[in-house]
T-cell receptor, first 113, second 112 residues
Framework: KQEVTQIPAALSVPEGENLVLNCSFT??????LQWFRQDPGKGLTSLLL?????REQTSGRLNASLDKSSGRSTLYIAASQPGDSATYLC????????????FGTGTLLAVQP | DGGITQSPKYLFRKEGQNVTLSCEQN?????MYWYRQDPGQGLRLIYY???????QKGDIAEGYSVSREKKESFPLTVTSAQKNPTAFYLC???????????FGEGSRLTVL
C-alpha cells in the first residue's frame, strides 16, 4: 500500500533556528512530491514541487530534497520566523496513479519569538 | 490561490438535507479535485475530473456526487446518504504540464 508519513506530528523551535521537516513514503516509483503549508482554517498553499528526476528545489528560505531510494523527502527552513508557524504537509503522486496525491498527516510547526 | 474560488466558506446543514459546495476556477486548468480534511486524518480524495463531462470516484465517494458541465466549475453535493458529513472540504486544480496542485480556501460544513 502506498503511504506517506510525517514525523514528528508537532515541532516547536525558537525564532532564528534552522529546521528540517521529514516526509517518508513507501514505494520509490514516485511521479512527483509536493510540499504545502496550511494555516488554521485555510486552504493549502503550495510551497515546492519536486519531480521524480530532481534531487531538490529551492524557494527563498525553503529547500526541499528528494531521495527516492530511501523513500524520504526533507523540507529545510532556514532562519525560522514566527510567521512560519503553520502545518506543513507533503503529498506524493506515484506512477500508475498520477491522478491522485496521497497526503501525509502533516507536521504542526510553532516558531517561538 | 486567487484563481480558485470556493463558496460558501461556512455552511450549516440539518440532518437529511443535501447541500452543494461550489468550486470555480479561472486558470483554465483541466483537472479538478475535491478533498475532505478531518482532524488527524490528512486529506482524502472524494472525486476528481480530468475533462468536462467526465469524473472519477476517489477513495471516499460514497454519499457525495459531482458534475463537470463546464471546465471552470466542479460543484460537490453532499447528500443525506453521507453518514458523517461534518468536515472541511477543499477543492483543488492542477495543470497537465507539471501536475502541481493548487487549492482553494475551503468550505467548512457543519451538520446540526
Amino acid at each position: 500500500k502506498q503511504e506517506v508519513t510525517q514525523i514528528p506530528a508537532a515541532l516547536s523551535v525558537p525564532e532564528g533556528e534552522n529546521l528540517v521537516l521529514n516526509c517518508s513514503f513507501t514505494d520509490s516509483a514516485i511521479y512527483n512530491l509536493q510540499w504545502f503549508r496550511q494555516d488554521p482554517g485555510k486552504g493549502l498553499t503550495s510551497l515546492l514541487l519536486i519531480q521524480s528526476s530532481q534531487r531538490e528545489q529551492t524557494s527563498g528560505r525553503l529547500n526541499a530534497s528528494l531521495d527516492k531510494s530511501s523513500g524520504r523527502s526533507t523540507l529545510y527552513i532556514a532562519a525560522s520566523q514566527p510567521g512560519d508557524s503553520a502545518t506543513y504537509l507533503c503529498a506524493v503522486r506515484w506512477y500508475g496513479a498520477t491522478n491522485k496525491l496521497i497526503f501525509g498527516t502533516g507536521t504542526l510547526l510553532a516558531v517561538q519569538p | 490561490d486567487g484563481g480558485i474560488t470556493q463558496s460558501p466558506k461556512y455552511l450549516f446543514r440539518k440532518e437529511g438535507q443535501n447541500v452543494t459546495l461550489s468550486c470555480e476556477q479561472n486558470l483554465n486548468h483541466d483537472a479538478m479535485y475535491w478533498y475532505r480534511q478531518d482532524p488527524g486524518q490528512g486529506l482524502r480524495l472524494i472525486y476528481y475530473s480530468q475533462i468536462v463531462n467526465d469524473f472519477q470516484k476517489g477513495d471516499i465517494a460514497e454519499g457525495y456526487s459531482v458534475s463537470r458541465e463546464k471546465k471552470e466549475s466542479f460543484p460537490l453535493t453532499v447528500t443525506s446518504a453521507q453518514k458523517n458529513p461534518t468536515a472541511f472540504y477543499l477543492c483543488a486544480i492542477s495543470g497537465t504540464v507539471t501536475g502541481e496542485l493548487f487549492f482553494g480556501e475551503g468550505s467548512r460544513l457543519t451538520v446540526l
